[in-house]
């Protein structure tokens, strides 16, 4: 549809993918949490975050666009970069976008992995939208610039305090933590609407940059990735079954708390209405 700033989700139409049709709209260029496996490290000089040129005044034109051609549009922010990076907390560029979608009729989908985002909960209970954190495991290990695990939970109570649907990104699941470790973030979030799990997928930049933390994995990640593993698209996954056997692990501790749960680019089937979380905005 030709729109710079909202554009299509998946432009690569990957295979795994079952997100409903949405659009993605990233505030910023970037991002400063410096997670280690990071996926988006395709985008020049990732882990320096910038303002986008006119960003207020393109979002509004664009928005006006597309809700002429759609009814309640499904806009996810971000899936590139955080829209909650240190910067936002003297910047407010997310929270001035936010307040530009609250004169617009559409449904916005708000993922990130800062509880910073708990600063808008007032706001953000006045659009249709749902809040997804990501968390992958307790100690905040691996990702060296964000905010630490419990101060997310917390956030999450907040914003579910707030009546925003939460939804919790048990994401990605790194096979060299305890599963246990991964139940005892899902028992401190069993207050959540939706969780969304997905395995550690490695890039040849992200392997060099997990190394550099934790050289003694070495032999890990080549016999379980290069040797084992299979390459889908620009990724190298996990087995086949031992990713199932990770997810299944996952899947039978939100059955005992009753949360519903999605899997993202993986390959198996899930019982939620989406995999995102989208289905709970209104």
């Known amino acids: 549809m030709g729109y710079s700033l909202l554009s299509p989700f998946d ?9 409903p049709k949405k659009y993605s709209f990233n505030p910023y260029t970037g991002c400063g949490h410096r997670c280690v496996y990071c996926y988006a490290t395709y985008i020049p000089n990732f882990f320096k975050v910038r303002e986008k040129k006119n960003v207020f005044k393109r979002l509004e034109k664009e928005l ?11 806009i996810s922010m971000s899936n590139s970069s955080d829209p909650y990076p240190p910067a936002e907390k003297s910047k407010e560029i997310t929270r ?3 307040e530009i979608f609250r004169n617009f009729e559409v449904r916005l989908l708000v993922i990130t992995k800062s509880n910073l985002v708990e600063r808008d909960a007032k706001l953000l209970s006045e659009l249709k939208c749902a809040i997804a954190i990501s968390i992958s495991n307790l100690s905040g290990r691996f990702e060296l610039s964000a905010p630490k695990p419990e101060q997310r939970i917390r956030a ?8 925003i649907p939460t939804i919790l990104r048990l994401d990605p699941l790194m096979p060299w933590i305890r599963k246990e470790e ?7 979030c069993s207050f959540v609407d939706h969780i969304v799990t997905s395995t550690l997928k490695l890039r040849f930049d992200s392997i060099q940059r997990i190394l550099q933390i934790s050289p003694e994995l070495k032999g890990f990640i080549d016999r379980a990735y290069f040797q084992n593993g299979e390459r889908i698209g620009n990724s190298i996954y996990l087995p086949k079954e031992e990713r199932r056997k990770m997810l299944k692990a996952v899947e039978e501790k939100c059955k005992e708390f009753g949360i519903s749960l999605g899997f993202c680019r993986e390959g198996f089937s899930f019982r939620a209405k989406s995999c995102d979380g989208s289905h709970l905005i209104g």
Do not use: M, V, Y
């Open 64 to 74: 006006e666009s597309l809700c002429e051609r759609e009814r309640f549009p499904l």
């Open 182 to 188: 991964w139940f005892e973030i899902i028992e401190k």
């Open 96 to 98: 001035r976008c936010l």
């Open 11 to 19: 432009p690569w139409k990957h295979k795994l993918c079952t997100c």
């Open 156 to 163: 999450l109570k907040t914003l579910h305090d707030f009546g």
